[in-house]
C-alpha cells in the first residue's frame, strides 16, 4: 500500500536483531529472568460465580540475579476441569474481578482461565523508580539510557507469571496468551516479543509505541507520549521525539519481533490518539515477515479498515469494532472466536 513506502521494513533481519533495536531505542532492556518463582495463595473463593469458578488472590515470589521480591495476582479458572484449559494473562488498569475491561464470567464461560496483573501491584504508573519491583532493579531509583522504563516492567511480569502458570497441570501451556488494552496493550505487545512462550499476544487500542506506526499515525505522537509518559520507556527513545523519520525502525517491527507466535491487533473506530488506519497498517507491513518466517501473515482486503472488519485468517488477527476506546466485551469476543478457530 502507498502508505507503506516510508515505512522501514526488518526482512534482513533476523529476529534477535530486530527485538534488540527496539529494547536499545524505545523500551530499555528488560532485567534478566527470575531463576525461580513460586506463588502463595492469599485467599479463595470456592463459590465465584455461584461455584461455576474459582477465584483466587495470589502472590508471586520470585528470586533473580538482581533481587527477590513479590507482586499479587488473581486466577479465576472454571471449577470443573476435566482436561487441560487455555489461558489468558491479563493486565489490567484495575484491581477488580471481574471488572469492566474484564469480563470474567463469559471468558470463564467460554472455557478459559485468566491470570490478571493489576499493574501498579508491580510498579506505580508513574515517574517513581523506588516502588515495586521497579525499586528492587534500581535500588537509587535511577537508570541507564537503555534501562528500561514502567512498560518493560509490566511486560517483564507477564513473563514471570507465565513462568508459574507453567508449572500449572490444569492450564493448556501452549494456549497461554498475554493481553492488554492501551498501555497495556504495548506492554502486551513487547511481553510477546521478549518471550515465545505466548500462543498469542493481543493488543488493544494500544496506538502509539503499541501498534501504530509513528511515522503516518494521524494521533499522538512521540512528542506527546513521551511528555506525558517519560518513564514508560528508556531515556534512549526522548531522540526522536519530532524524528518519527529517523527511527531506525517502525512499530512494524513490535509486532514482527512476536515470530514465532501469533499476534492480534485491535481498534476502535472512535480512537482517533490511537489512529486505527496506523494499527492496521502495521500489521500489513509486518505481514512480509511473519510469512519469512514460516508463518501466515496478516490477511487483509486491499483497503483501509472498516467498522466491523474482522480479519481472522493469518498469525496476524485483526479487527476494528465500532465505538471509542475501551477493552470491552465485542473486544473480548472477536479474541476468544480468534483463539478458538486456531488449530
Ligand atoms: C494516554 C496515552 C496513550 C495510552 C493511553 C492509555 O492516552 O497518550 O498512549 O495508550 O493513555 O493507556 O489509556
Redesign the pocket.
Known sequence: MKRLENIPNPINMDKKEVLDLLLKEEYGYLPSSPYAVEASEENRDEGFFGGKAILSKMKLHFKAEWGNSEFTFYYVRPKRIKEPVPAFIHINFRDLIPDKYQPTEEIIDAGYAIFTIYYNDVTTDNGDFTNGIAGVLYPDGTRKPDQCGKIGLWAWSASAVMDYVQTLPEIRKDRVSVIG??????TALLAGATDERFFCAISN??????AALSRITTG?KIR??TR??PYWFCENYRKYIDKENELPFDQNYLIAANVPHKVYVASAVGDG??CPDAEYLSCVAASEYYVKNGLKGFEHPDRLPEIGDVFHNGDIAYHMRDFG?ALNRTDWNHYIDYLNSCK
Do not use: T, V, Y
Open positions: 488494552h492501551s498501555r497495556l496493550g504495548k487500542d494500544s496506538g502509539n509505541s503499541g499522538e506527546d507520549i506525558s509518559f490518539w490511537a476506546h
